[in-house]
């Protein structure tokens, strides 16, 4: 075991259970898991503290997917290709992340998730059913394009938010209701956190010993999250999102203006 307190390590076990719970219902956990890990493992190299994050997220994810698809109506072969081309997208993003200004990168985000907040406000019918017309091949590429490559490389490139901004964008491109884009949201992050865990565990940056029991705490809460909202349904996911949504702008307009 890495030299932390127990007490340490029964918060950080408290905040992975939290942390699965809200990415099972609308994604965006890493808010909470990873500060989480920073704050409880001040002296551990950087790499080692995302490395174990994905280690512990890997797991609340898989079973999130699992508890979903046997319930919602999930095209699974879909959302793995479109995970697949997010692997693709967030090695893209990782690329670039080293020459790009985070302080640009930040307001311009902030924008992006107040006009989402905006529109999910003002239209309250948004994501409640399935919407209507067919899902054409053409909205398919378009959900691997936007969704896999695009979100992806974002997710590479700064992280925040990555789940919730894939539950809007098949809500909007694929027709989905909010509760069955949640569940395609896990499967496609599933597939971006095995290949993130694949390249941190190769270069020997998980500490296993912390996140061994805190995937458990994970696992958890992202089995109980995705049963709240299947059985709570779209409302509920609605509700989570917007307070999701308003909690990213204020930590990204803290980590801008104030930290």
């Known amino acids: 075991m890495h030299d932390i307190s127990l007490l340490t390590l029964a918060l950080l076990c408290l905040a992975a259970a939290m942390a699965g719970w809200i990415d099972a219902v609308v994604g965006g956990g890493g808010l909470l898991q990873l500060p989480a890990l920073l704050v409880g493992l001040p002296h551990v190299p950087a790499a080692h503290v995302l490395g174990t994050n994905k280690a512990v997220a890997v797991v609340g994810t898989s079973a999130a997917a699992i508890t979903y698809t046997r ?49 999910v406000l003002l239209r309250p019918t948004f994501g409640a059913s399935p919407g209507t017309g067919p899902v054409t091949r053409n909205r398919v590429l378009a959900a691997i394009l936007v969704a896999g490559l695009g979100i992806g490389f974002y997710d590479g490139l700064i992280g925040p938010g990555t789940g919730t901004f894939l539950v809007i964008a098949f809500a909007a491109i694929l027709h989905m209701d909010l509760v069955t884009a949640s569940a395609t949201t896990k499967v496609v992050n599933t597939c971006t956190n095995l290949g993130a865990l694949a390249m941190f565990t190769a270069q020997g940056a998980v500490l296993w010993s912390i996140a061994a029991p805190m995937a458990l705490f994970n696992l958890a809460g992202g089995m109980l999250g995705a049963r709240m909202a299947l059985k709570r349904g779209s409302g509920f996911v609605r509700v989570v999102l917007v307070v999701v949504v308003v909690t990213l702008v204020c930590k990204l307009g803290y980590d801008q203006w104030v930290a």
């Open 71 to 119: 319930k919602a109506p999930v095209d699974v072969p879909t959302a793995i290709r479109i995970g697949v081309a997010a692997v693709a997208g967030s090695f893209g993003g990782a690329f670039f992340a080293a020459g790009i200004n985070s302080a640009v990168l930040r307001p311009l985000i902030m924008v992006v998730l107040l006009a989402v907040l905006a529109f």
